[in-house]
């Protein structure tokens, strides 16, 4: 029984991780102005036109999964660095379908939350997740590159992901592109957990009245 418990508590922490993880990353990534950004702060392009038509072609390159092919020679990327955008694009893919998976399941745990009264359950889960989300917060704030080691690692099978210091996509996608998604993705999270935590704990006592 206490095998089952745990085990449907750390379903219940990871469908709730879901969610707003996989919402933040759906939104950043379809929006064209970010990749615009980012090309337009690597320096690899000089005019306006290049930067907005660069802008354009990596957006379509990651939503749709094509050849990422700038007019820009100094852009040029490589053949394992086509392969690793066409990874990255898979996992975009897979990150929508992964959300709206989490959103119905979110809605199906708040209808038997409801119907089994299961708000304590919601309560401590979230309570439990929220402690060791910041707990993950702190350790990426001060060892940010070993969390970015290890989380590449868990999402790609290949080793394209380590790119030589010279990769054009280090130039278009840098560390501190990362660093504060990291922390946006990281604080969106846990303040969806603290409203899960106080709503349930407000159902649990509302329940109980």
Known sequence: MRVLL???TLLLSLL???LPFTGYILVL???PTVYERLVRNSGLFSSEKEIQEAGQILYQGLMQGRQITFSSQQ???T???QKHMLDVSRLLSWNFYCFLLGLFLFFLLIILSYLKKLWKWLYYTGFGSLFLLVAILGFGLFYFDGL???FHRMLFRNNLWLLPPDSILLHIFSTGFFFRHFIGIFSVVCGWFFLVT???NHL??????
């Open 6 to 8: 745990i085990g449907g």
């Open 16 to 18: 709730l991780f879901m």
């Open 29 to 31: 990534s379809t929006q």
């Open 75 to 77: 852009a040029k990327l």
């Open 79 to 81: 053949e394992d660095e």
């Open 148 to 150: 970015f080691t290890l």
């Open 198 to 200: 106080v709503s349930a």
């Open 204 to 209: 649990m006592k509302r329940s109980k009245a």
